[in-house]
């Protein structure tokens, strides 16, 4: 008994170790530390000698919702990784010290810029319909061909309550139909829905056991099939009336105690070492002009990116899911 | 009269022993949070609402459907178990365990793999010439999906109080010129009540809280108040609707628990002799092939996840998982020594405290239990991670509180298990045993403990194999020197690691499905 004391008490004093001085924390969503983090984390600390430690807490909503709780105790000297439409909650909350990066102008999107600098972009991912090849020889090019009768219970979608990319398909819709269409769009698309998941990773595994031959997802999906599979059988399109875009942003927190590295990280995020490791490893673009790897030919071509204004979205997004849910209601 | 005094007293210290620490680990954490996020009374605000109210109906519905379906199917199973020598008796009984532990997805999925496009059924009948289809995505796939994950839970807890029906009664019935149908309505049926009532309760509190299995299998149209909850409590400014739903969802799940309880009153019977005389009935294989086609498809579909890949089964995802890069193996054996120090370490507590819980059996305990089924993970992590502040708890450091975490998520089956448990103990040993002045330490290890040992080390196997799949609480108290097995299946899906993120489901099926055997292996080797 006392033998398993001891090891339950080493155990938790060796867990509970705390941070160094020169030590930059970050809080972010999953994939990021088990991605990129690995690649451009050391670099970072090789150039600035310090130590950055990354927290995920699931996804983004939750590594806000953990700077929210935390208030001014929090540890994190920066949030990364929340949308256009998430920042507008933390704006809200003024959770962000404004900084504007050295080499801002490196920056290819001024559409993307935030006026007041509390965040900066570091990259951006467009939804897409993703087709299986084998089943689709013809897929459809536009909104109106994704109506077609030929589709019945052929497309699976994520729900715009529980999954971002649910969300940001939504939002879309309200881009390419406007207010008054989209509702119509969707009442019209309902019977060519097979079933709606509660996050991307069920849509997927639906998709890939056949279920259906069309889901909800992302342009790049195509390049990475190639990339991990030497496949080209799942491809992505983005119909002809523009894409939406899902942008990244990271911002330092007011309550950092860190501000000088918090900074430099802000800049860093827009150099080449680390925006030319987000192809590969977000499987999401650059915001600035470095060169995308040849496995994106694979990928959906973003050629006209719609406008939305974030700040409409925050306004009407409950609006916009109501609607959206009285129609999946309807019998 | 002193001894009964001190047996009496001692009860009551058990009781509020297990009450006091339910309410510090469960509702305490809870309560910070209402208090700190739930700034108006919005409970009877949110629930007005015609969407909410119309899906507060409809999770009624179906689970009240479903656990009564479940009921029905079960029933024949639970006969043969418990009054037949059937063969493949500990199958069927493990199968009772699913529900609890195989998340909604696999679950999901197992259904697709028979049901699906591409399905068992669907293939039969392209032999036959039609055209592939899918029997999913519709109300009746939920209750099916239900009373599939469902139907074992009414062949363990009425078989386990069916076996107990004097033989003698049952033949006596017959004897006046009833058949065994005849007999089971005037005998067994008013005897099984109590057990069939609570049966209901466990697969409508499993239904009622069902989340991506409505989601998945029901299609467009379809959402429970835990779907609800959850989409609330991921939109950061609707925390006070996700708490009101929560605190009302929890309320719900108490005051069925007490319904059902007052309806079926309490199973204290005198443990019999188990007898299992009767003859197996000819409808025994019309029964039993499809319910274990059914009622296994999760498990087979989460073990094989692993040789599920692009276009067809092999071992390519194995290969990718153990080649030299691979981010899954260089965290494996790290993510299996969290896994494995987390759940054993909240499964003692949790045996511990539900051990203290049984013994009166009181009502209590099983509403406190009900409550916590309607508390989601995530919620309950939140709570945690503002009490770890409020106690200036490191960041790194905060997944110790997944102990309690875990320990209040498995609770109830473990209240389940032990309640059963202490009813069938023969307490006149523990009197005979005082008697020849045995000291509270020998009673327990030299009565109670050679007794019960099986059903503690079955609870025990099945509360830890409940905390090595959870994630949700999980994921929210991670930090990057800790990870367990399912936070890092989600690492790798949501990095793409798709291959790898299959063969750990496997890992993980694999680890929890060796945990059943060996329980059910333990519990046989008791029988026999």
Known sequence: ?331 | MDKQMAQHYDGKVKDWFSIFIVVILAFFPFALLVSFFLKSPGVFKVIKTPYVISVVKFTFFQAILSAVLSIFIGLPGAYLLSRTRIPLRSLFRSLSMVPFVVPGIVMALGMVGILGRKGILSLILSIFGFKPRSFLYSFWSIILAHVIYNFPVTIRVVGDAWERIDEDTVNSAMLEGYGRFGAFLRIDLPLLFPSILFSFLLSFSYCFTSFSVVMIIGGVRFSTMEVLIYSNLRSFLNLDVALSLTIFQSMILGMVSLITFKLGGFILEEPTKVSRGEKIPRWTLFYSIPMIVFGFSPIISSILLGFVEHGGMGLSNFMAFFSHDSPALENLTKALGFTLFYSTSASLFTLFISFMAGYSGKLIHRFLANMLVGISPVTLAYGYSILGKMMNMDINSMHILLIPIYTVITYPIALTIMTSTWRYFPKQLLEMAEVDGADKFQKFFHVILPNMKEEMISSFLLCSAVSMGELAATLTLQSPDFLTISTLIYRMYSSRHFQEAKVLNTILSAMIIAMFILGEYISKSDEE
């Open chain 1, 1 to 331: 008994m006392r033998k398993i004391a001891f090891i339950v008490i080493l155990a938790f004093l060796i867990i509970g170790s705390t941070f160094p001085q020169n030590t930059l924390v970050i809080y972010t969503y999953d994939s990021f530390v088990s991605g990129i983090a690995k690649v451009v984390i050391p670099k970072f600390e090789r150039m600035y000698g310090c130590e950055v430690k990354v927290y995920s807490f699931g996804d983004a909503g939750n590594a806000l919702m953990r700077v929210f709780m935390e208030g001014d105790k929090t540890k994190a000297d920066i949030l990364l990784g929340l949308d256009q439409n998430m920042i507008i909650d933390a704006f809200k909350k003024g959770i962000f010290e404004p900084y504007k990066p050295l080499n801002h102008s490196l920056i290819k999107y001024p559409e993307f810029l935030d006026e007041r600098w509390r965040v900066v972009p570091y990259d951006f991912g467009a939804i897409a319909i993703v087709y299986d090849s084998e089943e689709v020889k013809d897929p459809p090019k536009s909104f109106k061909d994704l109506l077609d009768e030929r589709w019945r219970r052929s497309i699976i979608i994520e729900d715009p309550r529980t999954s971002s990319t649910g969300r940001a398909f939504l939002i879309w819709t309200v881009a390419v139909f406007g207010e008054d269409g989209f509702v119509d769009f969707w009442r019209k698309l309902k019977p060519n829905i097979l079933t709606v998941t509660a996050g991307w990773d069920e849509a997927f595994q639906l998709f890939e056991a056949g279920e259906a031959p069309m889901m909800v997802s992302y342009a790049t999906d195509g390049a990475y099939s190639y990339y991990a599979y030497k496949s080209t059988r799942y491809k992505a399109v983005i119909p002809e009336e523009g894409a939406f875009v899902q942008v990244e942003y990271a911002g330092i927190l007011k309550f950092s105690k860190n501000k000088e590295f918090a900074k430099r990280f802000m800049e860093f995020l827009l150099m080449d070492q680390f925006q030319s490791e987000i192809p590969l490893n977000q499987w999401m673009y650059p915001v600035t002009d470095v060169e995308l790897p040849d496995v994106y030919k694979y990928a959906a071509t973003v050629e006209k990116i719609l406008k939305v204004d974030p700040s409409e979205v925050e306004r009407k997004m409950d609006e916009w899911i109501n609607k959206w849910l009285n129609i999946m209601m309807e019998k």
